[in-house]
């Protein structure tokens, strides 16, 4: 089955830029997508098809998918932003996740 | 806007079934699959399926086959999700969302969550 992975944790300073990684193999060919959760609520769909952000998402959040790697960047990051974040794919007709990395703002 | 209201808390011992409904608002019911998540305290997210509430058609996780069964009333835009033969590992929060085909399947909102406990 595919797998995804992604680093546990991240951390980023106010107002600087967050990169989440999520491997997999010849991820680049798929289309991946990006959840954040807060703690206690549900994931809310912050990017999909690699690259969009779905409508009341901030500018501040993109993403990139290339080779064996998807990214989500955060510019500018808030203390709003801390958070858990999930990758997705859609591989031979199930939905897979990555493990899911925790973004601390200090 | 779209709305996914999920049923409340169950509290099951060992062995017994649960049953999580999903009611749909602001759209088509029909149009769009429900997938069932999952997530265990302080674990990550575990999908555990996909039902086309259209025509019933479904797709399981290979962990859960055998005791997943997902039905929907288009009536009431309500799906349901019913697990069989729980345990302690069963204990976790389950989400429905709904699936949006946006470059492949992707889950665009997710109802709040119910908490299921499995305790003797």
């Known amino acids: 089955s595919y797998e995804l992975a992604q680093p546990p944790s991240v951390s980023v300073s106010p107002g600087q830029t967050a990169t989440i990684t999520c491997s997999g193999d010849?991820?680049?060919?798929?289309?991946a997508a990006w959840y954040q959760q807060r703690p206690g609520r549900s994931p809310v769909l912050v990017i999909y098809q690699d690259t969009t952000r779905p409508s009341g998402i901030p500018e501040r959040f993109s993403g990139s998918n290339s080779g064996n790697t998807a990214t989500l960047t955060i510019s500018g990051t808030q203390a709003l932003d801390e958070a858990d974040y999930y990758c997705?794919?859609?591989?031979?007709?199930?939905?897979?996740f990555g493990g899911g990395t925790k973004l601390t703002v200090l | 806007q779209v709305q996914l209201v999920q049923s409340g808390a169950e509290v099951k011992k060992p062995g017994a079934s649960v049953k999580v409904s999903c009611k749909a608002s602001?759209?088509?019911?029909?149009?769009?699959?429900i997938n069932w998540v999952r997530q265990a305290t302080g674990q990550g997210l575990e999908w555990m399926g996909w039902?086309?509430?259209?025509?019933?058609?479904?797709g399981y996780s290979q962990k859960f086959q055998g005791r997943l069964a997902m039905t929907r009333d288009t009536s009431a835009s309500t799906a349901s999700m019913e697990l069989s033969s729980v345990t302690s590992e069963d204990t976790a929060v389950y989400f429905c969302?709904?699936?949006?085909?946006?470059?492949?399947?992707?889950?665009?909102?997710w109802g709040q969550g119910t908490l299921v406990i499995v305790s003797s």
């Open positions: 969302a709904r699936g949006n085909f946006l470059g492949a399947t992707t889950l665009d909102s």
């Open positions: 997705q794919v859609w591989d031979s007709g199930t939905v897979v």
């Open positions: 010849k991820l680049g060919d798929k289309s």
């Open positions: 602001g759209y088509t019911f029909t149009s769009y699959d």
């Open positions: 039902m086309d509430p259209n025509n019933g058609n479904t």
